[in-house]
């Protein structure tokens, strides 16, 4: 059972559980905003309110996924910061997934085919896109390209379907560490954001000090 947590565009907390027997993925309780100001202000609360709903105590989990993205620095890194958090306070591992695989993911699970462009805003006039061609023979993501950055005007067609996500699912990220657990692929990502450009403001060099 796992806590996940994304914030690469709104907030989203999720909590998921695979049936040992059945190899049933579950979401248990899910909830989010798609806005993308309040990040820090949002997600304790979130991760309250998803524990509270599933009926789990935090001692019940086995660990906590979160997404990496791609993602703005300055919201991306609270989910990652929350989810290290968590997972260091109850002593249980911190498992980092692709934002956009678990989007890419959980359209397949849902029926879809061919290929796939993941879409999500990266702002400053910008989108983050991956590509993607099926889920291989353990049922993952195949990811052919990205993510990377590219102009809101400049977006290269599709190859075959473009789906444009305003909110990364929790309960997606969560499930796909899940399945890569069980079929032992895990890691999915390494455990590193992916902000696809530096961060708005960065520490000053100093000034030189003369005596």
Do not use: C, N
Request: charged share 20%; aromatic share 6%; glycine share 12%.
């Amino acid at each position: 059972m796992l806590l996940a947590i994304d914030t690469s565009t709104g907030t989203s907390v999720a909590v998921v559980d695979r049936d040992a027997a059945s190899g049933e993925l579950r979401s248990l309780a899910e909830t989010g905003t798609v806005d993308t100001m309040r990040h820090a202000e949002v997600v304790g609360g979130f991760i309250r309110d998803a524990l509270a709903s599933a009926g789990v105590r935090a001692s019940d989990l086995s660990g906590v996924a979160a997404g990496m993205g791609p993602g703005p620095f300055t919201g991306l890194r609270v989910g990652i910061a929350a989810a290290h958090a968590f997972a260091l306070g109850i002593a249980k591992p911190f498992v980092p997934v692709v934002s956009h695989d678990a989007i890419a993911w959980s359209w397949y699970r849902d029926g879809g085919g061919g290929a796939l462009q993941v879409v999500t805003d990266a702002r400053r006039r910008e989108f983050a896109i991956s590509e993607y061609d099926r889920l291989d023979g353990d049922g993952l993501p195949v990811r052919t390209d990205g993510p990377r950055l590219v102009p809101r005007d400049d977006v290269p067609g599709a190859r075959g379907i473009r789906l444009d996500s305003a909110v990364v699912p929790a309960a997606a990220i969560g499930m796909l560490a899940e399945l890569a657990y069980a079929t032992g692929r895990l890691p999915l990502a390494d455990d590193a954001p992916l902000y696809l450009r530096a961060p708005d403001v960065t520490p000053s060099a100093g000034k030189r000090v003369l005596r």
